[in-house]
Structures are given as structure tokens and as C-alpha cells.
């Protein structure tokens, strides 16, 4: 078994998740939950950065992060989700805007836990909401389409609106009306999206 330490609220664990059920990986991976807090934490081991996702591969060798995750997985079911061609860096370039735009958001959530709020900087909160919002701008400029089964871009930028919807109480939806549409027609096609869903 491949054994995927991540945490039930990660967007890049729920993007990895999402891809392995899309490939028909799914019943291959263990999903063992990681504390990145703990200096005790197996984790730290498997990954030197202590961050996750973490796939433990099973000659327990480890593959991280979510990019080098879902390539493997790729790999591994004969290449489904990653197209050939030009049309791959498409899928790149928009991988890396969603994963941007989450992690930017990530980053807002980690000000607010873990720095007291008398010390928190406003002017890099803004700076990072600002990479939030022009992502955003771009993609509802332009909403990506995706044919019969989602590609890896999609599917990052799936888990990256979920995840404003889980930790910023969907805010973005007010302003970005073709995203909504967007993120409402994949979670019906994609069944995926709302297994992977975070419920806690």
C-alpha cells in the first residue's frame, strides 16, 4: 500500500485525493493523518520540510508535494489527468495559479492561528489576499473548460475555491459569479469533489 500523509482540511491533500480517485488509485493508498506541529511526528521523518502531503511509496521512499504527488499517481495509472503535448502546460500553468491562489489563502489562515492578533501584519495579509483576488480575476475572466473527465488544473483549482469556501466563508462567491458557475458544474460531473469534501 502507498500511504498518503496529509490532514482532512488540505487542499493539496484533497487534491491528491481527488486525482487518485479520478485515476482509480484510490483502494492503493492508505490516508494516515499528520500533525506538522508535533516535532515528534513520523512526518518529519518521511519528509524533511515536515509539511504535507507526503506519500510514503512502498519501498518507503517518500514523494512530496502535491505537484510531484499527482504526477507519480499519473504515472502509476498509465497517464489520464497530465494531457501530452502542448496542451499539458496549459494544465501547469493552470495547476499553478490554483495552487497559488490556495496557497495564499493558506497563508491568510496560518496569520490568524498561530500569530497573536495585536502582532499580525495587516499589510502582508493584504498582500497575500491580493494574490487570492487576482487569481481569481484572471480565471473569471476566462473560466477554464475541461472536457469529459477533469485534467490536473481542474482539479487543483476545484480544491483551491473549496477551500476558500471552508475557511472563508465563501466570500468569493459574491464576485466571481462564472467561477460559482464553474465550481457548481464540476461538483456535479466530479464526483470526487464532494467525497474529498472536508465535513469536520
Keep these: 500500500m502507498l500511504v498518503l500523509r496529509s490532514s482532512p482540511a ?18 492503493r493508498i492508505e490516508i494516515v ?3 506538522t506541529n508535533d516535532p ?33 499517481l499519473d504515472h502509476l495509472a498509465g ?18 495559479l490554483a495552487d497559488g491562489i490556495a496557497d495564499a489563502a493558506l497563508l491568510q489562515v496560518y496569520e490568524g492561528r498561530y500569530r497573536p492578533e495585536e502582532g499580525r501584519n495587516a499589510s502582508w495579509l493584504a498582500h497575500q489576499a491580493g494574490k487570492v483576488t487576482r487569481g481569481l480575476e484572471a480565471l473569471e475572466a476566462a ?3 475541461f472536457p469529459d473527465r477533469p ?21 468569493w ?10 465550481l457548481d458544474d464540476f461538483a456535479n460531473r466530479v464526483p470526487a469533489f464532494e467525497a474529498t469534501r472536508f465535513k469536520g
Design 40 to 72: 515528534s511526528e513520523p512526518l518529519r521523518r518521511q519528509n524533511p520540510l515536515g509539511k504535507i502531503p507526503t506519500l510514503v511509496l512502498e519501498d518507503g521512499t517518500t514523494l512530496f508535494d502535491s505537484r510531484v504527488i499527482v504526477e507519480y
Design 173 to 182: 462567491r459574491a464576485d466571481f459569479p462564472k467561477l460559482v458557475a464553474w
Design 10 to 27: 488540505s487542499p493539496f491533500g484533497r487534491k491528491v485525493k481527488m486525482a487518485a480517485l479520478e485515476l482509480g488509485l484510490m483502494d
Design 143 to 145: 473560466p477554464p473548460a
Design 79 to 96: 497517464g489520464k489527468i497530465f494531457p501530452a503535448g502542448e496542451a499539458r502546460f496549459g494544465q501547469l500553468r493552470l495547476q499553478a
Design 151 to 171: 485534467r490536473i488544473g481542474e482539479i487543483a483549482l476545484a480544491c483551491a475555491l473549496g477551500y476558500l469556501d471552508l475557511r472563508f466563508e465563501g466570500k
Design 33 to 35: 493523518a499528520a500533525d
